[in-house]
T-cell receptor
């Protein structure tokens, strides 16, 4: 079968760092995406990895290891507004449809 | 620079009625995807369309659900004879023309929250 697994919930303090792991088993691989989703709102694009390694975008970084079927999203200098669900999604084929994990709810505390 | 637009944002239907959800992709985007998000669950792919063509409908329930993306106008997701289990948030995403690697980002609309009474 095809699985995309990520932790259900993580809690961290304002100003700290949190790492959200995502493991995947899919029939193919054509890119991994991270989205942020606040309650009741649309998912917003954060990052994209297709080659192994680290992609950095301001306070957010994403890492990919294709051989291990593993990615993580690193959130630095956490702010209260970062409290949201973070979705890991894999594109397994060239058509474009995304397969999503269930999302990781990050709670930032003062 | 309007993003993906969906309407209505909220829709209430009684069991047995029809629901029509509309999606206008971002300007310049020719690919539309529909996803469903049930409460406490992840987004599930339903259908992928280009203008006047259904490319992949592997995630669509076999009955009552249909989708179109006509030459003119928005994409429509249609649910006939709705049941309580259809209550969910329905998100539309769009992307530009694919390059050879098919690696374009999908941008999501605000969703339509369907409640079936």
């Amino acid at each position: 079968g095809q699985n995309i697994d990520q932790p259900t919930e993580m809690t961290a303090t304002e100003g700290a760092i949190v790492q959200i792991n995502c493991t995947y088993q899919t029939s193919g691989f054509n890119g991994l995406f991270w989205y942020q989703q606040h309650a009741g709102e649309a998912p917003t694009f954060l990052s994209y990895n297709v080659l192994d390694g680290l992609e950095e975008k301001g306070r957010f970084s994403s890492f990919l290891s294709r051989s291990k079927g593993y990615s993580y999203l690193l959130l630095k200098e956490l702010q209260m507004k970062d409290s949201a669900s973070y979705l890991c999604a894999v594109r397994a084929d060239s058509w474009g449809k995304l397969q999503f994990g269930a999302g990781t709810q990050v709670v930032v505390t003062p | 620079n309007a993003g993906v637009m969906q309407n209505p944002r909220h829709l209430v239907r009684r069991r047995g009625q029809e629901a029509r959800l509309r999606c206008s992709p971002m300007k310049g985007h020719s690919h539309v995807y529909w996803y469903r998000q049930l409460p406490e669950e992840g987004l599930k792919f339903m259908v992928y369309l280009q203008k006047e063509n259904i490319i992949d409908e592997s995630g669509m329930p076999k009955e009552r659900f249909s989708a179109e993306f006509p030459k003119e106008g928005p994409s429509i997701l249609r649910i006939q004879q709705v049941v309580r289990g259809d209550s969910a948030a329905y998100f539309c995403a769009s992307s530009p023309q694919h390059n050879a690697a098919g690696q374009e980002t999908q941008y999501f609309g605000p969703g339509t929250r369907l409640l079936v009474l």
